[in-house]
T-cell receptor, first 111, second 115 residues
Framework: GEDVEQSLFLSVREGDSSVINCTYT??????LYWYKQEPGAGLQLLTY?????DMKQDQRLTVLLNKKDKHLSLRIADTQTGDSAIYFC???????????FGAGTRLAVHP | DAGVIQSPRHEVTEMGQEVTLRCKPI?????LFWYRQTMMRGLELLIY????????DSGMPEDRFSAKMPNASFSTLKIQPSEPRDSAVYFC?????????????FGPGTRLTVL
């Protein structure tokens, strides 16, 4: 069945790198997504990767995709306090309009 | 554009009462989604519409839940009668088209508490 799994919590020191991991099940997903939710707000698209790619870099963000293992990761370089949020991994399935979200990883950045 | 607008932002009601949540999608967006977020179950897709037509309502938990989209700029999610286990944050999201990459734009959510 469709399922996206993430670790629930990550704590890092300001300035360090953060790595958030995700596993998904639908190998037919064309794109995989990372959304960010700040406190009291809705989700916002952070980045995405096409399934034929292994890596995508966007400023401080690096997305790695291992399609064989169905493993997706998001690396945030030089993590700042403003990066504290919940990060959701999502796959598109059952028709690309429908996104299946993981439970979200709460990132806490401390001085 | 103001983004996706939801009202009310907070709703507290008593068990058995009817609750109506409202959403105004971004103008020009063809798709509208309703989600529910809880600590226990995470983010669940309840229903989505394309051009005001419900496409997939398989996530609607039970008959107490209903959703409508009478026109392109307005949708409602109704719970009747409400129960304490319906307490959650309900998000509305819209997307401009059905092609990938599929960016969905989320509203700020309605926090529902059923006593």
């Amino acid at each position: 069945g469709e399922d996206v799994e993430q670790s629930l919590f990550l704590s890092v020191r300001e300035g360090d790198s953060s790595v958030i991991n995700c596993t998904y099940t639908d190998s037919s997903s064309t794109y995989l997504y990372w959304y960010k939710q700040e406190p009291g707000a809705g989700l916002q698209l952070l980045t995405y990767i096409f399934s034929n790619m292994d890596m995508k870099q966007d400023q401080r963000l690096t997305v790695l995709l291992n399609k064989k293992d169905k493993h997706l990761s998001l690396r945030i370089a030089d993590t700042q306090t403003g990066d504290s949020a919940i990060y959701f991994c999502a796959e598109s399935t059952g028709g690309y309009n429908k996104l299946i979200f993981g439970a979200g990883t709460r990132l806490a950045v401390h001085p | 554009d103001a983004g996706v607008i939801q009202s009310p932002r907070h709703e507290v009601t008593e068990m058995g009462q009817e609750v109506t949540l409202r959403c105004k999608p971004i103008s020009g967006h063809d798709y509208l989604f309703w989600y529910r977020q809880t600590m226990m179950r995470g983010l669940e897709l309840l229903i989505y519409f394309n051009n005001n037509v419900p496409i997939d309502d398989s996530g609607m938990p039970e008959d107490r839940f209903s959703a409508k989209m009478p026109n392109a700029s307005f949708s409602t999610l109704k719970i009747q009668p409400s129960e304490p286990r319906d307490s959650a944050v309900y998000f509305c999201a819209s997307s401009p088209h059905g092609r990938e990459p599929n960016e969905q734009f989320f509203g700020p959510g309605t926090r529902l508490t059923v006593l």
